[in-house]
């Protein structure tokens, strides 16, 4: 791994974003945004079970139909959707089919959801609904998004002491009331920080978050690990205050403090 920034694998975007790069969901073409209200007069189109979802497709069991393809990550892939009655747009994450028969993976995935939901904080993204789709799949659905990554504003313009100033109050806001629920975020970075109209900033991705003191916790992004992570010893918030820092330091340089 390098400190390039080219090397950046950011687990979950949510909102506005590119078109989704050529190959990143193996065996699949990429997915552009299609009206979902196209579709209001033709049949509805349902996947068959654990089959990959494309723009039109009605989740299964739900009253969510996708809208288009936002992002990949190691647990689930996540689309951008809309409640088919209440027309509401929202962030639809749902588990991988190879993991829906991991009963370790399932549990992990509903602890995300769970976890979000307890936090309750403005800077922590809203969970909306969960539900168990006919296939054995588990999914659950968030606010949608609009705003670039912190890892995507930093790339294009410079911060100002005062707008970072800002950007830090804010996620030390939201990450006070994980710590307060006693969660641990323990992947906080750039790319999972949203930065949204007049700067105002959702903490997204909690799938690695755990209690204070748990062990093996060396899991999250190498350039932002604490040193407890990296050695195994326990956690407490701090670890995430560390993460935060080296957070800054990349907003007032725009380089990371460590290179690899």
Request: proline content about 8%.
């Amino acid at each position: 791994m390098t400190g390039s920034r080219n090397h950046r694998h950011t687990k979950i975007h949510i909102g506005p974003a590119p078109a989704p790069t050529p190959g990143l969901e193996v065996g699949r073409p990429d997915i552009e945004y299609v009206d979902p209200h196209l579709h209001e007069d033709t049949p509805e189109s349902t996947p068959a079970p654990g089959a990959p979802l494309v723009a039109g497709d009605l989740v299964a069991g739900t009253k969510y139909r996708i809208v288009r393809f936002i992002g990949d990550g190691g647990m689930g892939a996540v689309y951008e959707a809309e409640h088919v009655d209440l027309q509401r747009r929202v962030a639809l994450k749902i588990l991988h089919t190879e993991l829906s028969h991991s009963h370790r993976a399932v549990e992990l995935f509903r602890s995300e959801a769970r976890t979000v939901s307890r936090i309750g904080a403005d800077e922590i993204v809203q969970l909306h609904d969960f539900a168990e789709l006919p296939d054995g799949r588990v999914m659950f659905t968030m606010e949608l998004l609009e705003g670039p990554t912190l890892a995507e504003a930093i790339t294009r313009e410079s911060f100002s002491p005062a707008r970072i100033i800002s950007v830090l109050r804010q996620i030390c806001s939201g990450l006070a009331a994980a710590h307060a629920a006693g969660v641990i975020h323990r992947d906080i970075k750039p790319d999972n920080i949203i930065v949204g109209p007049d700067d105002r900033i959702k903490i997204l991705d909690f799938g690695l978050a755990c209690p204070p003191g748990a062990d093996d916790c060396r899991i999250g992004t190498v350039f932002y690990l604490a040193p407890e992570q990296i050695t195994g010893d326990r956690i407490d918030p701090r670890t995430d205050i560390y993460s935060l820092g080296v957070a800054a330091y990349e907003m007032a340089t725009g380089t990371r403090p460590f290179p690899g």
